[in-house]
């Protein structure tokens, strides 16, 4: 039993840890109350009170942002725990959800903003809040996916014993998520948060300026001010949002994740032997506040208690073996074709009434220049990044530093420094077919490069000496040793590079400053026009075909590479 | 006798359906009853079907046909009075010992100083004082056997279940809890009346139970019965307790009955192309015969000798055995192996001249070997895709037999180069890629 005695408040007064965690406690309620203002306001209220590029307001709209991103965040968990639990639960959802999932993950993000800001405008008529709804489900579609693909996969992974001990002690199902299933899950998906921020990051300052057609609505926040600072053409403004947004991840590193990541690490089953423990300052602080420990407490409590006061099923039957009728399988299946038959003749029919087919070939043109875009760009990340990673792997020190930073620069969102190169390309009469391209992986090249530092930093040691002792140098050195032992995870970067900069290309291919346009020719810049233009039809167009690209991509491409490399050289 | 048992299996049958709509036998014909104050073992092989009957008696699967019953009423679900404690221990990671051992009795709703007053006791009895507060992996393999212990304990069942409960931990570690495990239950402090415990290995059988059912496999069923009464404390090395093991190895080898001199066709019925071949490596086919062809054995050994003598459980000791046998290597009988002529030919060969006469018996009695080499000599091409033979064994076995099968015919052909095998493209052929 816990020797200590979670009550005892007055044995001291408070810690030093105590007096922290009160700071950043009322410091968060003052934060959310100061960013939550307004929502109900009416939304003429934003063209009354105009966005200004005064730095002394960029606390203030940093804080609507980041309130913006933990909303979303929050919807994605809350998401996650009911999509993925369903789809693993039922076998027969599963067979619907899961390549849903699959699918959504390929749409491009902002076409979830133009399609869906519309409606949720109407949700609430004339208010702000409609928009920030649009906004807030536009962040959610950035990051949900992933984490409820992880959640589902942790799902399906859990170890048998781990389930056989819950039935035969007889938990309940209730107890059992949140005892077994929810807590084996939180490592992946802690991870998946992290890697979703990212992502989300990216399109809140997207998100926040909306213009689909008629309707414009700028929400106050880092996004729009970037976007007043791009049209106003002012550097020194730009300046200051990508400094306040470096502030902003910072926090939500140390604030959020590092305690999570630490805290998280308790939940693994397996433990790789030198895996080091993450440590967070904010995690001790929390662990050692009395104040906070009390809490938690409670909050152990009420997973208890409710466990308790949830009926637990009557008759323990078996869930091992419980096959459904053929029958009803195939009655779903059919239901299944019946649904998306539909759909598809409903898309088909909408795309020929309104679409010619010049048009559809036209843009699988583009389709495939934006593809020879994202190849070429990973190529040369890959050229650039995979010695630089392997050379920072194989030395601990280097990697210490360099790895955090990779996964920030990740985190960060590139796209607040498009306009300086956009600036550039404006002054120098670049060729925007060529120059801006760089763009769609400024943010995504990271990920090549910290994957390939933890695979150079996993080759075990020993493999090292058996180099080094029969003096395998050079290039042979690269080809038979250090190539095939990143291959793995250079992969898993090279995916996540490669979805990320087909989101990325709506963004970059058409891009602003001031009255001047640059655009490239691609899909990305297409979409981009539809959206500006309020094009319904061509919207869904460029859309669709970008999702199918990004599919047969990922199944003829990436999925078949990450499996070879997988078996052949993965080192277990 | 006179009492009703606390368990009762009878004819309890469990097939798992295959895609193809047949099914795979596991278990089938068990009867067996379990009496206060008994610790009955199921002792058998991996793939015997043990572990599987025991998942039916903790109500985690349910029998295909027969009934198991607990106190007079049949099965079904995870029952109150029966707890189980795991072979990987299948603690919760992230819960500290008190949490994993108080978790059975919060799904009981049970009052919380309730609750807090059984979990300490339990944790008390089985030696965990001083560690509530632990998480699982802050402790050795011992420790955390000993929170599964006391988990299964605190529910106050009337039967435990164990499932190979000590197969996971160092040899040392293992017999300190069985030890302790016996005290605790000879001395009547445990509030359990009866055990169930599933083990492949004899002498933790013998050391423990008061009856040992030895399963035989394909499908799982019981072979034989043995009664244990030796009294509590027993000594491994006592002659009768020796006797005992000598016993269970020759039921463990005997061959089927029907078969009496009736060659050694029968240990493979059907030994064609649709039998299942073990996974055992070259190195420990030789190895075997070397060490039965060297002194003391000098060609024929004792395998409970042999198998302490090599450091080596009946798990993998018989399949290697019985390969030798099915390559007419050796003879298994009687508790016995003997090496056959070519067996202490090869044992005393160099390199070359073992692989010659691997070969030879490997082409003439594994037909296998000889299908696939013979479809690569009447190819042109003299390849062929693993698919096709895959597809062919599975006419007669599961998927994933038919994977296993193939692999160690991979593995006996190349060490003896009957043919090769390119695993990048899954190919066979004639001749070693260069």
Known sequence: ?572 | MNESPLLQCSDVRKAFPKPDGSELLVLEGMNLDLREGQIVGLLGRSGSGKSTLLRLIAGLAEPSAGKVSYLGHPISGPAPGIAMVFQSFALFPWLTVFENVALGLEAQRMPRPEIRKRSLAAIDLIGLDGFESAYPRELSGGMRQRVGFARALVVHPNILLMDEPFSALDVLTAETLRTDFLDLWSEGRMPIKGVILVTHNIEEAVLMCDRILVFGSNPGRILSEIKVSLPQPRNRLDPSFRELVERIYVEMTARPQGSAGGGRHERFPGLGIGSVLPKVSTNLLAGLMEAVAAPPFNGTADLPKIASDLQMEIDELFPVAETLQMLRFAEVEGGDIKLAEDGLAFAHAAVDERKRIFMRHLVTYVPLVAHVRRVLDERASHSARKSRFIDELEDFMSEEAAEQTLRAVIRWARYAEVFAYDDENAMFSLENPT
């Open chain 1, 1 to 572: 039993m816990k020797r200590f005695e979670p009550y005892v408040f007055l044995r001291e007064f408070a810690t030093r840890w105590d007096v922290l965690a009160f700071v950043v406690v009322i410091g968060l309620i003052v934060f959310l109350g100061e960013s939550s203002r307004g929502l109900l306001a009416p939304l003429s209220q934003l063209s009354s009170t105009p966005l200004s590029l005064d730095p002394a307001r960029l606390p203030q709209y940093a804080a609507r942002t980041t309130f913006r991103m933990l909303a979303g965040l929050v919807l994605s968990l809350i998401f996650t725990l009911t999509y993925a639990t369903w789809a693993a639960k039922s076998e027969r959802a599963g067979k619907l959800l899961v390549p849903i999932l699959d699918i959504l993950q390929s749409v491009p993000i902002l076409g979830f903003i133009s399609i869906t800001v519309v409606f949720f405008l109407s949700l609430a008529p004339g208010r702000v809040l409609g928009a920030e709804f649009a906004s807030i489900f536009a962040i959610f579609t950035s990051q949900a996916w992933n984490m409820a693909f992880s959640f589902y996969q942790s799902l399906r992974t859990i170890p048998t014993e781990l389930t056989e001990a819950a039935e035969s002690f007889r938990l309940s199902p209730w107890m059992r998520f949140w005892q077994l299933e929810v807590p084996f899950g939180m490592p992946a998906l802690i991870w998946n948060m992290m890697m979703s921020m990212s992502g989300g990051w990216f399109f809140v300052v997207a998100s926040e300026s909306i213009t689909v057609g008629q309707t414009s609505v700028a929400l106050p926040g880092v996004g729009s001010y970037i976007a007043l600072a791009i049209a106003q053409k002012n550097l020194t403004a730009i300046g200051w949002a990508i400094f306040t947004m470096l502030i902003v991840i910072l926090l939500y590193d140390q604030l959020l994740f590092r305690p999570l990541v630490a805290w998280v690490d308790r939940f693994r089953v397996e433990q790789e032997p030198g895996v080091r423990v993450p440590d967070s300052w904010a995690l001790d602080m929390m662990r050692r506040s009395r104040l906070i420990q009390a809490a938690t407490l409670a909050f152990h409590a009420a997973v208890l208690r409710t466990s308790r006061a949830v009926k637990r099923r009557n008759a323990a039957t078996p869930v091992a073996e419980t096959r459904p009728k053929r029958s009803l399988d195939l009655f779903w299946v059919s239901l299944m074709i019946a649904v998306v038959v539909l759909a598809l003749w409903h898309i088909v029919a909408v795309l020929i009434a309104n679409t010619s087919l010049r048009e559809a070939l036209q843009v699988s043109g583009l389709a495939f220049l934006t593809m020879l875009r994202v190849f070429l760009l990973i190529a040369l990340a890959s050229l650039i990044w995979v010695p630089i990673g392997v050379w920072v792997g194989m030395r601990p020190r280097a990697a210490q530093i360099v790895q955090p930073a990779a996964q920030f620069m990740a985190a960060f969102p590139a796209n607040l420094l498009f306009p300086i190169a956009v600036f550039g390309i404006v002054r120098w009469r670049l060729d925007p077919d060529i120059y801006l391209s760089p763009l769609m992986i400024l943010g995504t090249q990271w990920y090549i490069l910290f994957n390939v530092i933890a695979g150079a930093s996993a080759i075990p040691a020993e493999m090292r000496y058996v180099a080094a002792n029969f003096q395998v140098a050079g290039w042979l050195w690269w080809r038979k040793v250090a190539l095939p032992a990143v291959l793995p995870f250079y992969v898993t970067g090279a995916i996540t590079a490669s979805g990320g900069s087909w989101n990325a290309a709506i963004v970059a291919e058409l891009a602003s400053w001031g009255d001047t346009q640059v655009r490239a020719r691609g899909l990305g810049a297409y979409i981009a026009e539809a959206t500006t233009a309020g094009d319904f039809h061509r919207i869904v167009l460029g859309i669709g075909t970008m999702s199918l690209f990004v599919v047969v991509i990922n199944r003829l491409f990436w999925r078949p590479l990450y499996y070879y490399a997988e078996r052949k050289y993965r080192l277990t």
